[in-house]
């Protein structure tokens, strides 16, 4: 393999799934009714689902992903992040009403 297949691995990656996030969101558009955390559970997978086909198409296989539990801070930012910032999402977003 040389230096830039790694790249072109990612950026295909990449690709994949802003591809499947647009297709699934195009689906909503043009009239596919879901529950709205359906559509947010579908949305939030698509990399995940898309790193594991891509694992198993390219046989990486898991011995390097890192499963262990890992430090409270990373964990901590992991919740915190997100909560805060759908709070500022609702913050704001009852401003401009």
């Not at 297709?23 to 990399?47: D, Q, Y």
């Not at 390219?58 to 539990?69: C, K, N, Q, S, T």
């Not at 915190?80 to 009852?94: E, H, N, Q, Y």
């Amino acid at each position: 393999m040389n230096s830039s297949a790694p790249n072109r691995q990612n950026i295909l990656y990449i690709a994949t799934v802003l591809v499947a996030a647009w297709l699934w969101m195009w689906s909503i558009k043009l009239g596919f009714r879901p529950s709205e955390w359906v559509w947010a559970t579908v949305l939030m997978w698509i990399p995940g689902l898309a790193s594991i086909l891509f694992r198993f198409v390219l046989r990486e296989g898991f011995a390097d992903v890192g499963w262990r539990i890992g430090k409270i801070r990373f964990w901590a930012s992991a919740y915190i992040g997100p909560l805060g910032l759908a709070w500022l999402c609702r913050v704001s977003s009852a401003s401009l009403s």
